[in-house]
């Protein structure tokens, strides 16, 4: 059973940080990307940063490019998304999931490419 599961949200003041981690199991692909995209209230859930397992090709929405880092831990089949110069905006549900094949650059953010969703972990950026 593939699982995944998003923790590190918290609430941070605006300029703050945090650290997401998304925890993978349950299967074997011979190449996959695993994305991070989030849910703003009254919004439609968009992509953020995406990582393919395969040659590690990221992608960023142009929103967040400059303070958010996507990275990986193999051993630990663990995806980290590193958030520096949070805004207000940024407060969002975040998601992580997997798409089950190596996702080209330009369909990276694409949701419907996504197989498999994992819980979210809230992100509250305010003073």
């Known amino acids: 059973e593939v699982q995944l599961q998003a923790f590190g949200g918290g609430l941070v003041q605006p300029g703050g940080y945090l650290r997401l981690s998304c925890a993978a199991s349950?299967?074997?692909?011979?190449?996959?990307?695993i994305g991070w995209f989030r849910q703003a209230p009254g919004k439609e859930r968009e992509g953020v940063s995406c990582i393919r397992q395969g040659d590690g090709s990221t992608a960023y929405a142009d929103s967040v490019k400059g303070r958010f880092t996507i990275s990986r831990d193999r051993a630990k089949n663990t995806v980290y998304l590193q958030m520096n110069s949070l805004q207000p905006e940024d407060t969002a549900v975040y998601y992580c999931?997997?798409?089950?094949?190596?996702?080209?650059?330009?369909?990276?953010?694409?949701?419907?490419?996504?197989?498999?969703w994992g819980q979210g972990t809230q992100v509250t950026v305010s003073s």
């Open positions: 999931a997997v798409a089950t094949r190596g996702l080209i650059r330009s369909w990276m953010l694409a949701i419907q490419y996504y197989n498999y």
């Open positions: 349950g299967f074997d692909f011979d190449d996959y990307t």
